[in-house]
């Protein structure tokens, strides 16, 4: 399977800790998105990747929030002293993007990884 | 900023019954795309249907349909002879559609389909 891949699938932790999360995107993917998703809601952007740089950071992106990808292949989304607050679906999606013009590639979807925060 | 509304929070129907989605979106952007997305029990998002905001041809694809009314920013679906697979959340999206543009998605709060046998 060459899909996104996100592990993982689910995380319980007691507030206060820290967790981090991976996601594999699609291997020729340039781009790689974060969403966070809470009970009942539509997903909410937190932030991208073009390749290894961080381009856009959401206000949601707090400071205890921090995501890399360090060689425009996997990423790692990590959430230092956890709060009940925290606890959601994460989601990672990949795109194939190229920069010429108005051309729009789909945004392919993992799993997700459920937090869930005690 | 970019907002999506669906005022639908829950429909129910009997299999072989139309589903009609309903979706408004408010965007400061000239150019934009808009989507249908969804997700199943096992929470995995499924990319639907895509339209771009300089097409408002309307269209048909097996049993989904589309209605892109940009006068009144409306981007409605239609499932078609639903079945009991159909069950899901349905979630339209919004993204700008600028060169070099993150493509960040902007979703509504969903609507939930329960198509009963």
């Known amino acids: 399977d060459t899909g996104v891949s996100q592990d993982p699938r689910h995380k319980i932790t007691k507030r206060g800790q820290n967790v981090t999360f991976r996601c594999d995107p699609i291997?020729?993917?340039?781009?790689l998105y974060w969403y966070r998703q809470t009970l009942g809601q539509g997903p909410e952007f937190l932030t991208y990747?073009?390749?290894?740089?961080?381009?856009?950071k959401s206000r949601l992106l707090s400071d205890r929030f921090s995501a890399e990808r360090p060689k425009g292949s996997f990423s790692t989304l990590e959430i230092q002293r956890t709060e009940q607050g925290d606890s959601a679906m994460y989601l990672c999606?990949?795109?194939?993007?190229?920069?010429?013009?108005?051309?729009?590639?789909?945004?392919?979807f993992g799993p997700g990884t459920r937090l869930t925060v005690l | 900023a970019q907002k999506v509304t669906q005022a639908q929070t829950e429909i129910s129907v009997v299999e072989k019954e139309d589903v009609t989605l309903d979706c408004v979106y408010e965007?400061?952007?000239?150019?934009?795309?808009l989507f249908w997305y969804k997700q199943p029990p096992s929470g995995e998002l499924v990319f639907l249907i895509r339209?771009?905001?300089?097409?408002?041809q309307n269209e048909i694809s097996g049993r989904y349909s589309w209605n892109f009314q940009k006068s009144t920013s409306s981007f409605n679906f239609t499932i078609t002879a639903s079945q009991v697979v159909d069950s899901a959340v349905y979630f339209c999206?919004?993204?700008?559609?600028?060169?070099?543009?993150?493509?960040?998605?902007?979703f509504g709060g969903g609507t939930r389909v329960l198509v009963k046998p």
């Open positions: 990747f073009q390749n290894e740089a961080q381009l856009e």
């Open positions: 339209r771009n905001s300089f097409d408002e």
């Open positions: 999606a990949s795109s194939l993007t190229t920069l010429d013009g108005y051309t729009y590639n789909e945004q392919f």
């Open positions: 999206a919004l993204t700008e559609a600028k060169k070099a543009a993150g493509n960040k998605l902007t």
């Open positions: 291997s020729e993917h340039n781009r």
């Open positions: 965007t400061r952007d000239t150019t934009y795309y």
